[in-house]
């Protein structure tokens, strides 16, 4: 994702299974959550695990409603779940 996003910002994250070492699980790929705050710019751990270097990427707490995530949730519909996401993952919903 090239542009900047900021809290508040509802966000897909990208419905990919590539191979390899990727720090984005499964059960968020496709889901749209809200952007709830920015970390900042870090190497990308998935060229890190393969001993590689490339642009930084920024990461990003993202909130996602547990009902979103799991259609069988028994616990309140305001229950919610933060996960940590870098950029490349998501796009503007």
Not at 7 to 29: A, K, L, M, N, Q
Not at 37 to 66: C, H, I, M, S, W
């Amino acid at each position: 994702m090239s542009e900047d996003l900021k809290s508040g910002d509802r966000v897909r994250v990208r419905e990919d299974y590539p191979i390899g070492h990727f720090r984005t699980p499964v059960f968020v790929r496709g889901k749209t959550g809200v952007v709830t705050r920015k970390f900042g710019t870090f190497d990308n751990p998935e060229l890190l695990a393969y001993a590689k270097k490339g642009p930084k990427k920024t990461l990003y707490e993202v909130r996602f409603k547990q009902t979103d995530l799991w259609p069988d949730y028994a616990g309140s519909p305001y229950d919610t779940l933060d996960i940590d996401l870098y950029e490349h993952w998501l796009e503007k919903a």
